[in-house]
C-alpha cells in the first residue's frame, strides 16, 4: 500500500510539475516603458498575462527610442541569455531575426489569423521569410503637436495649420514670458521633431526620397537645408534648461502650464491622460503644420527571441497570443496613447484624439502618405539611423549651420550604410 500511494503521489507531483511549467512559465520582457504613462500601459499588460497564469520577470532599461534597451540585449545575446520577450522596432527586428535569434510564431498567428488583420506596413517588420517573428502590439506616429489649451487660449492663439502659424504662435508664446516649445535635448527627441520637420518642408516624396531611398540628391538639397532651417527656428523657442531632459519632463511642463507646445510621438498623450487631463478640454493633439494628411509610425512590437525550454516557448506563445487579441489591443493603446496594430478594432473606447490617430493611420496607408519613421527605426536600420541622430542633435545644439548639417548628412549616411 505505502509503495502504491507513494507511486501515485509522486505521479501527481510529476504531472503538477510539469502543468505548472507548461501553465505558469514567466517571460522576461525587455522594454523601456519607465514614464507614467508607459507604465500605466505596461500593467495592462501585465495584469492580463497574470489571468492567464503567464508569470511576468520585469527588465526594464529607461530612455526613449530604446537605444540603451539595444545595448542592454546585445549583451544579453552575446551572454547567451536572451530575454524571452523584447520590446522592439522596426529595422531592429529584421537584424535579429537575420541572425536567426528569433522564434517562429507562425502557429499562434495561424491559429488567429494574423495574416487578414495586421497592416501590411507592420508585417513588413513582423514577418521575416514568411515566417512571424513578432508580434505587433500597437502603431504610434511622430508628427503630432500637443498643445496646453489654456496657455492658447489664454494669449488668443487659434490652432496653427501651417508652419507661419506654427512659428508665430510659439513668438507669441515666448513673448508673453513662457516657454514656447517643450522639449527634452536628447538625440531620440531631436530626431523625432526632425520627422514631422521634414515631412513639412518637402512631403512624403521628399521623405521618402532622402530618407527611405537614401538619394544622395535629396540628402544634400536645398529642401534639406530648410529642414534644418527650421530645426534652428525650433531651437530658439526651448528654455534653457532642456539638455538631457526626459521626454515625459518635457511633456509635464505642457501639462503643468509651463509650456505651450510639444512635438512628440502620441506616447506623450499617455502622460496626458495619467494627469487627468481630457483631449479637447485642457490639451488639444494636432500634426506638425505642414504635414497634415501625413503619418510617420513606429510600432512597438515584441520580438520573440528563441527558447530551448518547451514551458518557455509555450509561454512566449500565449504572450503573443494574449498581445495581439482584440479586446486587449483596445485596452492596452487607450492607455498608450497609440493605435491599435490590427485593422479590426472598433474606436469606442478611444477618445477624440485617438479616433483621429486611427482614422488619419488607414487614410495614410490607403493614400500612400504612410511612412516609417526615421527616429525610431522604421526608415532605415540602426547604423544610418544613428548617423541621422548625429547630424540632428550636433546642428540643433549649434555645432554647425544649416547647409553644412545637409553636407554631413550626406556624408555621415553613405558612410554608415
Ligand atoms: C518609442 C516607443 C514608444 C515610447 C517612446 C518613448 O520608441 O515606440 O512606445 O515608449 O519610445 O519612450
Not at 502603431?139 to 501651417?162: E, F, M, R, Y
Request: proline share 3%.
Amino acid at each position: 500500500m505505502r509503495g502504491y500511494f507513494g507511486k501515485k503521489t509522486a505521479i501527481v507531483a510529476a504531472l503538477l510539475a510539469s502543468t505548472s511549467m507548461a501553465m505558469a512559465e514567466d517571460v522576461e520582457v525587455l522594454h523601456w516603458w519607465t514614464s507614467g504613462g508607459e507604465a500605466a500601459a505596461l500593467n495592462v499588460l501585465k495584469d492580463d498575462l497574470a489571468a492567464k497564469t503567464i508569470g511576468w520577470v520585469d527588465m526594464p532599461v529607461a530612455g526613449g527610442g530604446g537605444e540603451a534597451a539595444m545595448t542592454t540585449l546585445r549583451a544579453r545575446v552575446t551572454a547567451g541569455d536572451a530575454p524571452t520577450a523584447v520590446q522592439m522596432l522596426g529595422f531592429d527586428i529584421l537584424d535579429w531575426a537575420a541572425e536567426g535569434k528569433l522564434a517562429n510564431l507562425n502557429t499562434v498567428a495561424t491559429e488567429e489569423g494574423w495574416d487578414a488583420v495586421v497592416p501590411a506596413a507592420l508585417q513588413a517588420f513582423a514577418k521575416v521569410d514568411g515566417n512571424w517573428v513578432s508580434a505587433p502590439v500597437n502603431v504610434h506616429s511622430t508628427n503630432w503637436v500637443w498643445a496646453n489649451k489654456s496657455v492658447l487660449d489664454g494669449l488668443g492663439i487659434a490652432q496653427p495649420t501651417t508652419w507661419e502659424e506654427f512659428v508665430a504662435a510659439m513668438q507669441a508664446v515666448k513673448d508673453s514670458g513662457k516657454t514656447a516649445l517643450a522639449h527634452g535635448g536628447q538625440a531620440w527627441q531631436e530626431a523625432t521633431m526632425f520627422d514631422g520637420v521634414v515631412l513639412s518642408v518637402g512631403g512624403v516624396e521628399f521623405y521618402k526620397k532622402a530618407f527611405i531611398d537614401l538619394d544622395p540628391a535629396a540628402l544634400g538639397s536645398e529642401q534639406m537645408t530648410e529642414a534644418f532651417n527650421r530645426m534652428a527656428t525650433l531651437r530658439g523657442f526651448v528654455d534653457d534648461n532642456f539638455s538631457g531632459r526626459d521626454w515625459n519632463l518635457a511633456s509635464a511642463m505642457v501639462i503643468n502650464n509651463e509650456a505651450a507646445f510639444q512635438i512628440m510621438g502620441d506616447w506623450a498623450k499617455g502622460e496626458f491622460l495619467k494627469a487627468g487631463k481630457v483631449p479637447g478640454t485642457d490639451f488639444l493633439c494636432f500634426r506638425v503644420p505642414g504635414s497634415q494628411g501625413m503619418v510617420a509610425f513606429n510600432s512597438d512590437q515584441f520580438a520573440m527571441f528563441a527558447q530551448a525550454e518547451a514551458g518557455a516557448q509555450t509561454a512566449q506563445g500565449e504572450m503573443a497570443r494574449a498581445i495581439m487579441a482584440p479586446s486587449f489591443q483596445s485596452a492596452f493603446n487607450v492607455v498608450k496613447g497609440s493605435v491599435p496594430a490590427r485593422t479590426d478594432v472598433p474606436n469606442d473606447a478611444f477618445d477624440d484624439c485617438g479616433k483621429k490617430g486611427m482614422a488619419e493611420l488607414a487614410e495614410a496607408a490607403s493614400a500612400g502618405t504612410l511612412v516609417g519613421s526615421i527616429a525610431h527605426g522604421h526608415a532605415n536600420k540602426a547604423a544610418v539611423k544613428n548617423a541621422i541622430y548625429d547630424v540632428v542633435t550636433a546642428h540643433f545644439n549649434g555645432e554647425y549651420d544649416a547647409a553644412t548639417a545637409t553636407t554631413n548628412l550626406v556624408s555621415a549616411i553613405e558612410a554608415a550604410q
